[in-house]
């Protein structure tokens, strides 16, 4: 297939490359002024992707988005003139809540959600380690969506393990919760997803999973708190030595996703009037620090 990974970070990275390495044609569209991106992971040989291209943009078969969930919408609009109608739009960015602002400028593609538990990290610009072997799933957003289960054969044969979940809603509001439990602990207490295994920990990932668990119930998603912590713990596990994607931000004063994870439960739990107090106060926590490299930078 002709595949564009429109944001070539870390996990956008993994995914290009194993794309590529499955045979596919691959192109990423990426903030890199160069006309080709270098990418080497886990120390293997580098390979060469063109960036930018639109050529290759408009010849793809499927446009997976790895973008940071707050960059979506303004990237992807200027080039959605330049695709076939046919083309696949797949999201695959941690947080919920940007397609719906797309709604209009995309529904007439076939529109997938996916959600992926894999850890990742850009050593440099060209490398990038793989620290975390999660899976992935995919679902559709759209009608035109539901009739692409293919494309989780095709993904799964280049990154297994891939499914197809048709109840995708589900899957996202389960990955939601994960981060809701790991990333801001983590960009908070300045540790490795294996650092919230300490018991110091316990009961605030237990309530921050409680509390969002009652959201994702209230709009229709049935998850069990009980199940949902268990989940938190293996990925934690798996995940050990990884920063997470909002560590990297955070740490790296970049403006993270707070907005579409814990920022998105907290606007769900004003809109049916549910109590998140750990999560709120996490949200803000990570806002007063964004906010003090405007004051001090
Ligand atoms: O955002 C992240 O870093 C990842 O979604 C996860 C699964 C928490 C692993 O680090």
Not at 21 to 37: E, N
Not at 98 to 121: K, R
Not at 212 to 227: D, I, P, S, Y
Not at 266 to 280: D, E, F, M, Q
């Amino acid at each position: 297939m002709n595949i564009t990974i429109l944001g070539p970070g870390a996990i956008g990275s993994l995914y290009a490359y194993k794309l590529h390495q499955a045979g596919h044609r691959v192109s990423v569209w990426g903030r890199s002024p160069q006309d080709t991106v270098v990418i080497e992971l886990d120390g293997g040989s580098a390979i060469h992707f063109p960036n930018c291209d639109v050529t290759s943009l408009k010849a793809s078969d499927l446009v997976i988005v790895t973008l940071k969930a707050w960059q979506v919408e303004l990237a992807l609009k200027p080039l959605l003139k330049h695709l076939n109608s046919d083309a696949i739009l797949l999201f695959l960015h941690n947080g919920m809540g940007t397609v719906e602002h797309l709604a209009t400028a995309i529904n007439h593609h076939p529109v997938l959600l996916g959600t992926s538990t894999h850890g990742a990290l850009r050593l440099s610009s060209s490398q990038v380690r793989h620290t975390g072997l999660g899976q992935t799933f995919i679902g559709p957003w759209n009608d035109k969506g539901s009739r692409c289960s293919f494309i989780a054969d095709v993904l799964d044969h280049a990154f297994k393990p891939v499914a197809w979940n048709s109840e995708i809603q589900t899957a996202l509001w389960s990955k939601l919760v994960i981060n809701c439990a790991i990333n801001p602990l983590t960009a908070i207490n300045n540790c490795q997803n294996g650092g919230l295994a300490h018991k110091d920990y316990q009961q605030q990932i237990a309530m921050v999973v409680r509390e969002a668990t009652e959201c994702a119930n209230q709009v229709g998603v049935v998850l069990k708190a009980e199940e949902m912590l268990d989940t938190v713990y293996k990925v934690i596990h798996a995940t050990a030595q990884n920063y997470s994607s909002m560590h990297q931000d955070i740490y790296n004063k970049r403006q993270s996703e707070i907005d579409y994870i814990t920022g998105y439960v907290v606007s769900i739990s004003k809109r049916y009037g549910i109590a998140v107090p750990t999560n709120l106060a996490l949200y803000h926590q990570i806002k007063q620090i964004e906010s003090s490299w405007n004051q001090h930078d």
